[in-house]
């Protein structure tokens, strides 16, 4: 009898059971495991319990969540945030753990510098304490977040328990127009799955669309995917995924990496493999698009209009639109393109990486902001590369400023934080209440539309802004 | 862990789909150390006080529910942020269980490690329980994780909650334990894995 055909998902999961238990509860092998400084309650419990790392070889630590992006040399804004980061120093220390700390030429936000350090690879199982783990997806790793207790196991045992997730393939097909970026396309995807759509499933993006995308826009794209419910998002690994991996520091080399990239070509869905959700998508139908509301869910094209309570159905819904438009302080059917916007930020584990610098660059170039913005590269090596290439005079001479690598404000864990009642267009990926700090409101966008909107003081359709120039 | 078996107290009605975990505790409180005082001040934070630290008009500051030690919601609880304090301020604030129609998987995965109940009920279910005169009066709620039920009054209804994670919080078991029995088949299979897939190694 042939073997059943198995799907991504399946295959990595197989190849990390160590074992079942009768309740359908796997142990699972973890190859990587990745800290920062919120992981501190996970150390905490390891030294409770006065255990060891178990193995601090496969255990990466960076400093991101809390580092200032502005004066480094102060170690942090407050007493309390340089204590977030002392403790990962020492936590990582006493543990023998590899820190890509504050004062590293490769320090970064953990989901940019690990696939760019070549840690993250495909058929790797991966986890870390952040949601947006899911990020590493993109290259064909199977990686999840996970909360400080399953931290602290994973640091115990380099394992963890976990129930087969149901598989769901996202199928997008036809190709992205011009302007339009794979924020929009992951944005698109979570209105049409709805912010629990994907809740208990492990998801594949697939199709033409997909495989178009470049390595970068494939981590935006699987970096939202928890917005959608899903733990997990993943790309199958193809040429461009090994082009992308190839001579990285920490990636395989020479032979080595030859017999890997055998192996890795084993991991693709086999053709006849069955999933437990199919949705599809059409690219080519999509437009710039940006959230309205305080759930990823609630985006919308910029040609559209905010939706009415009025003329929702499902209670629960319309109350939760009603709730939005109050915070937000916006009025049901308004443009979007009439929402205007404070102040605009670059940056985050969703769209902080070199492509979405020279996007945002290739709108502003030229041209002069009309609010304030704060632009943060993914990882110090980005600003590098960015500023070899020029863009940071470009971010700079638009009156913008330019600043070191962190969360920064997708999060405001740092001190960077959107004042009360004021709206940013962000590259982030959450625009719950206060995210960005206590009454902050946010219109999560791609880097060409966050771009758009500095220059406008609005949201704004980018399409007209870049014709004649090389996107 | 401390075993889980029934559970009967005021349930606090938060009628809301989509509560974020950021919502459950603003990052912003995540770098003060859980020893001091817990995290139990910061639950709901922002729906309960004003900037000024004013008491706003919210269910958890109704002498009601004050003391709850169950919350109900709508769809979605506790989605986004996998960070865990979200669930050390619920349990520190005194609830252990939360009645929703769905949560965030890696909410619901982090509240079994800290022996605090999602139980899951449809949504025709979690408005009845919403709705119930007995729950507004901050009459005791009763939970029974072995029977799968929810008694609010004369109102009984049945909840979902994956068996593995219900075996270990009416054990009480601990991962950590549970895992370590099984340290010579880890062992093994780190040993074969590692010889079959060099590659996966980080190079140095």
Same mark, same amino acid.
């Given at each position: 009898m042939a073997a059943r055909p198995l799907t991504i998902i399946e295959k990595i999961w197989n190849a990390h059971a160590i074992l079942e238990r009768e309740d359908g509860d796997t142990l699972l092998w973890i190859d990587r495991h990745y800290v920062h400084e919120g992981s501190n309650h996970g150390f905490g419990q390891v030294a409770a319990r006065k255990a060891e790392v178990a193995r601090p070889d496969l255990t990466f630590g960076i400093a991101d969540h809390y580092v200032p992006t502005r004066q480094r040399e102060s170690r942090g804004a407050s007493a309390e945030i340089r204590n977030m980061i002392d403790l990962l120093e $020492?936590?990582?220390?006493?543990?023998?753990?590899?820190?890509?700390?504050?004062?590293?030429? $490769?320090q970064g936000i953990v989901h940019v510098v690990m696939p760019e350090q070549g840690l993250t690879l495909p058929g790797l199982l991966i986890v870390c304490g952040d949601s947006h783990t899911s990020t590493h997806g993109a290259l064909g790793a199977y990686a999840f977040g996970i909360g400080a207790s399953e931290v602290a196991h994973v640091l115990m045992t380099q394992t963890i328990w976990q129930k087969r997730p149901k598989k769901m393939r996202v199928s997008v097909s036809g190709q992205l127009p011009e302007g339009v970026s794979a924020k929009d396309l992951a944005l698109n995807v979570i209105a049409g799955l709805g912010s629990g759509g994907a809740t208990g499933h492990a998801i594949e993006y697939a199709g033409d669309a997909v495989r178009a995308l470049s390595i970068e826009a494939r981590m935006t794209l699987c970096n939202l995917s928890i917005e959608a419910g899903s733990r997990l998002g993943i790309v199958a690994p193809d040429e461009k995924t090994f082009a992308y991996i190839e001579g990285r520091p920490h990636a395989p080399h020479g032979e080595l990496f030859e017999r890997a990239v055998e192996?890795?070509?084993?991991? !693709?869905?086999? @053709?006849?493999? /069955?999933?437990?959700?199919?949705?599809?998508?059409d690219a080519a139908a999509m437009t710039p698009t940006a959230t309205w509301g305080t759930s990823p869910e609630q985006a919308l094209p910029i040609g559209a209009r905010l939706p009415d309570p009025a003329d929702i159905e499902d209670e629960t819904k319309a109350q939760g /639109?009603?709730?939005? %438009?109050?915070?937000?302080?916006?009025? !049901? &059917?308004?443009?979007?393109?009439?929402?205007s916007i404070d102040r605009v930020f670059i940056g985050s584990c969703t769209n902080s990486r070199i492509e979405d610098l020279r996007a945002a660059a290739a709108v502003l170039?030229?041209?002069?902001?009309?609010? !304030?913005? %704060?632009?943060? !590269?993914?990882?110090?090596?980005? &600003?590098?590369?960015? @500023? $070899?290439?020029?863009?940071? &005079?470009?971010? /700079?001479?638009?009156g913008l400023s330019w600043e070191a690598s962190g969360c920064s404000m997708c999060v405001g864990m740092n001190g960077d934080i959107v004042e009360p009642g004021q709206r940013c267009a962000s590259t982030s990926n959450r625009n719950f209440k206060g995210r960005q700090g206590p009454g902050a409101r946010t219109h999560l966008v791609s880097p060409a539309m966050a771009a758009a909107a500095a220059l406008t003081g609005r949201l704004t359709d980018v399409r007209p802004l870049l014709a004649g120039r090389k996107p | 862990m401390k075993p889980f078996r029934t559970l009967e107290g005021a349930a606090c009605p938060l009628p809301l789909a989509n509560i974020d975990t950021d919502q459950i505790i603003s990052a912003r409180f995540m770098k003060r150390p859980r020893s001091e005082g817990g995290y139990g001040q910061y639950l709901l934070y922002d729906f309960r006080f004003d900037e000024d630290g004013k008491a706003r008009d919210f269910a958890l500051n109704d002498p009601r529910y004050s003391n709850a030690r169950i919350v109900i919601? &709508?769809?979605?609880?506790?989605?986004?942020s996998s960070r865990e304090p979200a669930v050390y301020a619920l349990a520190d604030y005194g609830v252990t269980c939360v009645i929703a129609p769905s949560f965030g998987d890696i909410f619901a995965s982090n509240s079994i490690r800290n022996g605090v109940l999602p139980a899951a009920v449809s949504e025709?279910?979690?408005?009845?329980? %919403?709705?119930?005169?007995?729950?507004?009066?901050?009459l005791p709620v009763r939970v029974d994780l072995a029977q799968q039920t929810i008694v609010a009054g004369n109102l009984s209804v049945s909840f979902d909650v994956p068996m593995q994670w219900k075996a270990r919080l009416i054990n009480g078991w601990d991962d950590v334990d549970m895992t370590r029995a099984h340290a010579g088949e880890i062992a093994a299979f780190a040993t074969k894995y590692e010889s079959e897939n060099t590659w996966a190694l980080p190079k140095r």
């Open positions: $020492q936590n990582t220390a006493r543990h023998r753990v590899s820190l890509f700390g504050l004062d590293d030429a $490769q192996e890795w070509r084993k991991l !693709p869905s086999d @053709e006849d493999a /069955v999933f437990n959700a199919e949705m599809a998508f /639109v009603r709730a939005a %438009l109050e915070y937000m302080g916006l009025r !049901p &059917k308004m443009a979007m393109s009439d929402i170039a030229g041209r002069r902001a009309v609010v !304030p913005g %704060l632009v943060s !590269p993914g990882s110090m090596l980005i &600003k590098q590369q960015a @500023e $070899q290439e020029g863009l940071d &005079k470009v971010f /700079v001479e638009a | 919601a &709508k769809r979605n609880f506790g989605c986004g025709a279910d979690a408005d009845a329980l %919403l709705q119930s005169a007995h729950v507004l009066a901050g």
